[in-house]
C-alpha cells in the first residue's frame, strides 16, 4: 500500500514536469521512535513516516535556478497533497507535520547535501474512539473574488489576519493516529 500511495503522489504536477520530489518512507520503529524524538509536530504514535525532500541540485540541472530556489518545494508540496488525499482514500489518517529538527532527520536518514527535507507526512489507521474534527474553514466570501482583488483592502486584509491569529488555536491534524 504505501507504494501506491507514493505512486499517486508523484502524479501531481511538477513545473516544466522536472519531478524533483524524493520520498523516504520510514516504517522501522525504532527509527519512527527516533523521528518522533526530534519531531515536536508529530502526535500519536505512527507507525509509518513519510519524508518527503525535493533534489535541489536536480531540479537546478533540469529547470535552472528558480526551478531549484522555488519550483521543487511547491513540487513537493503538490506531491504530498496527493499522496494524503490517497491515503485518506484508503482509510488511513495523516498529518503533515514541518516542526522537526531538520540537522537531527537529515542524519537519522542519511540525507545527501543536495536534498532538502520539505514536510514528514505521519500515516497511521484513525483511533476509532476518536473521531477526526474538521478544522474551522473561514466562509467562502472571505477566500474568494472573481475578476479582480480590489475588494481585499489593505483594512480588510488587516482583520482578516486578526481574526485568522485567534482562530489558529490547536486546530492541528483531522486525524488521530
Known sequence: MLRSLVETATWAPSASNVQAWRFCVVDDPA????LDMVSPGLSGKPP?????????EYA???GGQKAADEF????????????MLAAADAGLGTCAIKSYNDDAVR???NVPDGLQVELLISLGWPDPAK??????RKPLDEVLRFNGCEAWGAEETSSHTD??????DDEGCTASC
Open 72 to 83: 521543487s518545494s511547491l513540487d513537493a508540496a503538490y506531491a504530498c497533497e496527493n499522496l
Open 48 to 56: 509509518v513516516i513519510a519524508v518527503v525532500l525535493s533534489d535541489r
Open 60 to 62: 537546478r540541472a533540469k
Open 107 to 109: 542524519s537519522l536518514l
Open 31 to 34: 527509527l519512527v521512535r527516533k
Open 163 to 168: 481574526a485568522a491569529a485567534s482562530q489558529a
Open 131 to 136: 473521531s477526526p474534527r474538521a478544522p474551522k
